[in-house]
């Protein structure tokens, strides 16, 4: 961080960067609880661009209550789909039949599914207009550049040259944090040598809300349920299998989908385009600095194993937001270390520990070892026979059951 003082061109009370679905809900979530506070995002890409992601995501029970709490759900209820059931498979890609060893399903509480299928563009649009009515100011191609020391704040350069000051700098600027870097925080993680290709499919038949997921050799093959006979896929293989498949022509893709697919569903066609994201763990060290907060990605990515990596940072965005606004509440310096330290505790055993669930789920499921294929098969049937242990990873994929949960996540306000 460099030391020049400099006099700010603008000056807020948080200033959060990155537009993406955390630095969003996080921003939101402050304005909501203390409109006293000025808040405001910034972000690099240009307007518009961040809300073209094709992808969609699980989006656990616990961060659909968030949502409801902050006034975003009922713009992205019609575009969700509840996920009423999950089936899990171990098998080899060529196998006729795949045995089906796990199975959930049930709600959370009656009427609440654990988990909601829902298109990025809504949940990025829903927030984006929560945070305008709030009077929060985005402002695209913003990217920050430069930190800057200031007494009782925090300076921030834009590519552009202005200069913001804040008590605060929330940064939720992805797994390649420039700010994570600029504030001097390493990282401990590897790559799986493994890419994730996701696509949108439409089938000929209905999934019933219904979530597969099947451990392949190459990794796992997960189908979640869009509205509309559609699917979302997120198919695992070896990188440079990934890259030869996304550059395929689009026949001979749709034939390796259908193998690993099945036939379940009917013939498919995919809808929209496919890309493939190298996967990887990447966990930061500290999540606070002095003036400084991470939050999602840039503090923490993980493998789509388990569908939780974005709703890790929605975890983050409500245990932030709690943080800041209790703090604001008592009169106390919302960007001092000690207060974002409380930030940090809240979250880093939760975070280590869906890193390393998810590392050892992908270490033990994606190769095609004889022995650990039985292992597997033992394991999973003990769970499947376990209505305690199974209520277990309900409640795990509901985001509901790891150590105290912000009030956001419980549907309370904060
Ligand atoms: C294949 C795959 C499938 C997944 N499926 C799921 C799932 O089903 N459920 C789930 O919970 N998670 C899932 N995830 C994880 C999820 O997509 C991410 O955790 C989530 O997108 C992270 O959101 P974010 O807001 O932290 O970061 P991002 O969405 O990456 O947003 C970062 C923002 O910061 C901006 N930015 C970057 N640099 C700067 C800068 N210097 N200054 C200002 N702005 C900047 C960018 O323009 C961007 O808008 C999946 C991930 C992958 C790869």
């Given at each position: 961080?460099?030391?020049?003082?400099?006099?700010?061109?603008?000056?807020?009370?948080?200033?959060?960067?990155?537009?993406?679905?955390?630095?969003?809900?996080?921003?939101?979530?402050?304005?909501?609880?203390?409109?006293?506070?000025?808040?405001?995002?910034?972000?690099?890409?240009?307007?518009?661009?961040?809300?073209?992601?094709?992808?969609?995501?699980?989006?656990?029970?616990?961060?659909?209550?968030?949502?409801?709490?902050?006034?975003?759900?009922?713009?992205?209820?019609?575009?969700?789909?509840?996920?009423?059931?999950?089936?899990?498979?171990?098998?080899?890609?060529?196998?006729?039949?795949?045995?089906?060893?796990?199975?959930?399903?049930?709600?959370?509480?009656?009427?609440?599914?654990?988990?909601?299928?829902?298109?990025?563009?809504?949940?990025?649009?829903?927030?984006?207009?929560?945070?305008?009515?709030?009077?929060?100011?985005?402002?695209?191609?913003?990217?920050?550049?430069?930190?800057?020391?200031?007494?009782?704040?925090?300076?921030?350069?834009?590519?552009?040259?202005?200069?913001?000051?804040?008590?605060?700098?929330?940064?939720?600027?992805?797994?390649?944090?420039?700010?994570?870097?600029?504030?001097?925080?390493r990282t401990v993680?590897?790559?799986?040598?493994?890419?994730?290709?996701?696509?949108?499919?439409?089938?000929?038949?209905?999934?019933?809300?219904?979530?597969?997921?099947?451990?392949?050799?190459?990794?796992?093959?997960?189908?979640?349920?869009?509205?509309?006979?559609?699917?979302?896929?997120?198919?695992?293989?070896?990188?440079?299998?990934?890259?030869?498949?996304?550059?395929?022509?689009?026949?001979?893709?749709?034939?390796?989908?259908?193998?690993?697919?099945?036939?379940?569903?009917?013939?498919?066609?995919?809808?929209?385009?496919?890309?493939?994201?190298?996967?990887?763990?990447?966990?930061?060290?500290?999540?606070?600095r002095p003036r400084?907060?991470?939050?999602?990605?840039?503090?923490?990515?993980?493998?789509?194993?388990?569908?939780?990596?974005?709703?890790?940072?929605?975890?983050?965005?409500?245990?932030?937001?709690?943080?800041v606004v209790e703090?604001?509440?008592?009169?106390?310096?919302?960007?001092?270390?000690?207060?974002?330290?409380?930030?940090?505790?809240?979250?880093?055993?939760?975070?280590?520990?869906?890193?390393?669930?998810?590392?050892?789920?992908?270490?033990?499921?994606?190769?095609?070892?004889?022995?650990?294929?039985?292992?597997?098969?033992?394991?999973?049937?003990?769970?499947?026979?376990?209505?305690?242990?199974?209520?277990?990873?309900?409640?795990?994929?509901?985001?509901?059951?790891?150590?105290?949960?912000?009030?956001?996540?419980?549907?309370?306000?904060?």
């Amino acid at each position: 961080m460099s030391s020049t003082p400099t006099a700010a061109d603008l000056s807020d009370d948080v200033l959060v960067a990155g537009a993406g679905y955390v630095g969003l809900a996080t921003a939101v979530a402050i304005a909501d609880a203390a409109p006293g506070l000025r808040v405001r995002v910034v972000d690099a890409a240009p307007d518009g661009v961040w809300r073209k992601d094709e992808r969609a995501s699980a989006v656990a029970a616990a961060a659909v209550r968030m949502l409801r709490r902050l006034g975003a759900w009922d713009d992205i209820a019609p575009a969700a789909q509840p996920i009423t059931e999950m089936i899990v498979t171990d098998s080899r890609t060529g196998d006729p039949v795949r045995p089906v060893f796990l199975t959930f399903d049930g709600d959370v509480r009656p009427g609440e599914p654990f988990a909601q299928m829902v298109p990025n563009t809504a949940l990025n649009g829903a927030l984006r207009a929560r945070a305008d009515a709030l009077g929060i100011t985005v402002q695209a191609g913003a990217a920050v550049t430069a930190l800057e020391e200031r007494p009782g704040g925090i300076g921030v350069r834009l590519a552009d040259g202005t200069r913001l000051d804040a008590k605060l700098l929330v940064a939720c600027d992805g797994l390649k944090s420039g700010i994570r870097e600029m504030a001097g925080i390493r990282t401990v993680g590897w790559h799986y040598g493994q890419s994730g290709i996701v696509a949108t499919v439409k089938h000929e038949r209905p999934h019933g809300g219904r979530a597969e997921e099947h451990f392949l050799p190459a990794g796992p093959f997960a189908i979640l349920p869009l509205t509309g006979d559609r699917s979302s896929l997120v198919w695992t293989e070896e990188t440079r299998e990934a890259e030869r498949l996304v550059a395929a022509d689009e026949l001979i893709f749709e034939e390796e989908l259908q193998r690993r697919f099945g036939h379940r569903l009917g013939a498919l066609t995919l809808e929209g385009g496919r890309r493939a994201f190298p996967l990887g763990l990447t966990l930061a060290r500290d999540f606070v600095r002095p003036r400084i907060a991470l939050a999602g990605d840039a503090a923490h990515g993980i493998h789509p194993i388990a569908g939780q990596g974005l709703n890790l940072g929605f975890k983050d965005a409500a245990a932030l937001a709690e943080t800041v606004v209790e703090a604001a509440r008592l009169g106390r310096d919302i960007g001092a270390l000690d207060t974002l330290e409380g930030y940090q505790r809240w979250r880093r055993f939760d975070t280590l520990q869906m890193g390393v669930t998810t590392d050892v789920l992908n270490r033990l499921f994606s190769n095609d070892s004889t022995l650990l294929r039985q292992v597997r098969s033992l394991g999973l049937s003990l769970v499947d026979r376990a209505p305690g242990l199974k209520r277990f990873f309900i409640d795990q994929a509901a985001g509901l059951s790891s150590g105290p949960t912000p009030r956001l996540l419980t549907g309370e306000a904060i």
